[in-house]
């Protein structure tokens, strides 16, 4: 009786403790062995469910515990591997993720993904191929056509413009068409995108090219307006920045010219555009002039005479315009006539006509006995008498008797009378222009 009534004496002084520690007791139990445990095998079913249905994936495998996530396995590409881990950190219930995936060294495996690619494009080739069939025959039609354009000379003739224009519009024509046609078959494909790109290439590529070939579209640009503005002609002598010489073509990219010492020089023609440039041969009249000092006791208007009488005899010299003389200067020793010839390029030649005038005015003043000095100087010496001095000692001066002809006359040599057009620089333009593969823009001018 008396251990009865401790036991419910007890059981009414503690009854609220004991059910509160038999409830804990069934909570923790739950959480830890039922709740948990659940969730990893849930997490770590769907994400192998996952990788089963990804071809990629199928090797990889992944285990749960207590929200760790550990994957292994092989993958093909790294790409591979990072799906695999997102994938995973992405999971619901995931707390951190541990990377055990390698990537396989297998070629087999490393060419998979480009294999199905190409795959894929074979399968799209063959679902394409009547319209690609149709495109090829549209870019075939548009290449016919524009190689027709192009041939048909005739037709840019017609517009008046330079050889070089007409080339540059004919080449322009055919690329533009050639162009259209492949815009046209790539839309027939509905490659848009395509289109877009090469569009835009192209726009980048023209202003790169722009930039690096500056000099010669530079070039290009001067030749089409050198052949439309002809400020010269093939055979034709110019100066140009200090050089002279005789044209002997005119390129898309240089001006060709032939020197007087016989040389080939190239200019390129945006510098002929911008430079001065004289043609000598424009006007086939062509001024010389020579200067002769004569003493200044002598009359001067019997030396202008003489003189002009002697420029008058000379083969070369035109009576129209006439040649004058004029009085240039007083010199120290001198008076200095200024003589003034007139040639006509196409029959004379101007050097050798100027020489031979030069040397006639010579003869005829030495017959009339008009003297041409050299400089006098005197020198005064200190202590000592003065000594006048010339520029050398004196030389008696042959003279050949009346009504006889100079020896230099009678005797001369032909050659030295040769006032004719000098035909080797000629020579050598022509054979420029028949040995040159370069377009000569000048031709239809010749």
């Known amino acids: 009786m008396r251990a009865l009534f401790a036991v419910l004496l007890s059981f009414c002084l503690f009854p609220v403790s004991l059910s509160a520690q038999v409830e804990e007791t069934k909570a923790t139990d739950t959480v830890v062995k039922v709740t948990d445990v ?7 079913a769907r994400l192998n469910g996952i990788f089963e249905q990804v071809k990629e994936l199928q090797e990889v495998s992944c285990e749960v515990s207590s929200g760790v996530a550990r994957l ?10 990072e799906d695999a881990l997102a994938l995973a950190r992405r999971t619901d219930g995931v707390i951190f993720t541990v990377d055990r995936i390698r990537i396989t060294a297998e070629v087999e495996a490393q060419l998979a993904p480009a294999i199905n690619k190409l795959k894929s494009l074979r399968t799209a080739f063959l679902t394409k191929l009547p319209l690609i069939g149709i495109a090829i025959v549209v870019v075939l039609i548009v290449i016919w056509f524009a190689n027709f354009l192009h041939r048909q000379v005739k037709w840019f003739e017609r517009l008046n413009v330079s050889s070089l224009t007409r080339m540059l519009l004919r080449r322009i024509a055919r690329i533009t068409l050639i162009g259209l046609g492949i815009v046209i078959a790539l839309e027939i494909l509905d490659a848009t995108a395509v289109v877009g790109a090469i ?3 192209a726009g980048l590529a023209g202003l790169a090219l722009g930039f690096a070939f500056r000099n010669i579209a530079e070039n290009y640009l001067g030749g ?3 052949s439309a503005r002809n400020p010269f002609e093939i055979g034709d002598a110019i100066e140009l920045n200090g050089k002279i010489g005789k044209v002997a073509m005119l390129s898309a990219r240089d001006t060709v010219l032939i020197t007087l010492d016989g040389n080939h020089l190239r200019i390129p023609n945006s510098v002929v555009m911008n430079s001065e440039l004289l043609n000598y041969s424009r006007n086939p009249k062509r001024r010389f002039e020579f200067r002769v000092g004569v003493s200044v006791d002598l009359e001067l208007n019997e030396a202008r005479q003489v003189g002009l009488k002697a420029m008058k005899a000379s083969h070369g010299v035109l009576e129209d315009p006439k040649p004058s003389v004029m009085v240039d200067s007083l010199g120290d020793s ?3 006539l200024l003589f003034f ?3 006509d390029q ?3 030649d101007f050097l050798k006509t100027r020489s031979e005038t030069i040397r006639i005015v010579k003869e005829a003043y030495d017959e009339a006995g008009i003297e041409m000095p050299e400089p006098i100087y005197r020198v005064h010496l200190r202590g000592g008498s003065a000594i006048a001095g010339g520029g050398g000692p004196d030389k008696p001066v042959t003279k050949p008797a009346p009504g006889e002809k100079p020896k230099a006359d009678t005797e001369h040599d032909k050659e030295l009378d040769d006032i004719s057009p000098d035909r080797y620089i000629g020579e050598q333009i022509e054979e420029e222009r028949k040995n040159s593969e370069e377009e000569n823009l ?3 001018k010749r």
Not at 72 to 81: L, T, Y
């Open 199 to 201: 569009l835009g290439a």
């Open 346 to 348: 196409r029959e004379s």
């Open 224 to 226: 089409i307006l050198l």
């Open 334 to 336: 001198a008076v200095v």
């Open 442 to 444: 000048l031709e239809e």
């Open 72 to 81: 292994s396995g092989i993958v093909p590409d790294e790409s591979s591997r």
């Open 38 to 44: 659940a969730n990893d095998k849930t997490i770590e």
């Open 341 to 343: 010839g007139w040639v």
